[in-house]
Structures are given as structure tokens and as C-alpha cells.
């Protein structure tokens, strides 16, 4: 069975740090690229990073571009998500995906976590 497990959610003020992960387990992601999307409520969930099985291709939606910052270690099948200067905006649960291509929309992702919540105050 797979599982995505992510963590490290929680309640920040605006413009501290939050570091997610989300562990994979249950089959190898062998050449897999994991994303990372978000939906705040009442609204659509949207791309926010991905990240390809070797690293060398890497893309962020231009709303936190410059402020988060994924990365993955392959030997412990998990992948990050360092956001940095959070705004109250970027509250939402935020759930990672996996997924054969690159893509940015949901749909393309087969796999998915529950979600961690991160909620910025002003």
C-alpha cells in the first residue's frame, strides 16, 4: 500500500519558517517527481513546487518564488519543502504528490498525502 505521509504544519507568524516533509512508503518512487500543492478553503488546489527523481529539473508557482525551496533525499524517500517569509496568504493544508512526470496540475498526480495544515497570523 502507499503511503505519503506529511508533516511539520503548524501555526506561524508572517514572515517566519515552516519546513514540511512527507515520507513515502509502501513501493519505490523510483524516478518519480513529488510535488507539493496547496488549497486554502473555499478555494481550488493549486501547484506550488516540484521537485524530479535526480533533482535537476525544479519549478515553483511564482507566488513563492524566492521564499520556498524543495528538495528531496532519495535514500530516506522523503521530500522538503522550506518556506521562508510566510505571509498569511500562504495559509492552507499543504499535501505533497507523486507523480512519473513534472507536471503542476493535480490531475497528472497519481499519488497522494492527508495534508498538514499551515496557518500564518498577521
Known amino acids: 500500500q502507499v503511503q505519503l505521509v506529511e508533516s511539520g504544519g503548524g501555526l506561524v507568524q508572517a514572515g517566519g519558517s515552516l519546513r514540511l516533509s512527507c515520507a513515502a512508503s509502501?513501493?519505490?518512487?523510483?524516478?518519480?517527481?513529488m510535488g507539493w500543492f496547496r488549497q486554502a478553503p473555499g478555494k481550488e488546489r493549486e501547484f506550488v513546487a516540484t521537485?524530479?527523481?535526480?533533482?535537476?529539473?525544479?519549478r515553483y508557482a511564482d507566488s513563492v518564488k524566492g521564499r520556498f525551496t524543495i528538495s528531496r533525499d532519495n535514500a530516506k524517500n522523503t521530500v522538503y519543502l522550506q518556506m521562508n517569509s510566510l505571509k498569511p496568504e500562504d495559509t492552507a493544508v499543504y499535501y505533497c504528490?507523486?507523480?512519473?512526470?513534472?507536471?503542476?496540475?493535480?490531475?497528472?498526480?497519481?499519488?497522494w498525502g492527508q495534508g498538514t495544515q499551515v496557518t500564518v497570523s498577521s
Open positions: 504528490a507523486a507523480d512519473r512526470s513534472r507536471g503542476t496540475s493535480a490531475s497528472e498526480y497519481d499519488y
Open positions: 521537485i524530479t527523481w535526480g533533482g535537476t529539473y525544479i
Open positions: 509502501g513501493r519505490t518512487f523510483n524516478g518519480y517527481a
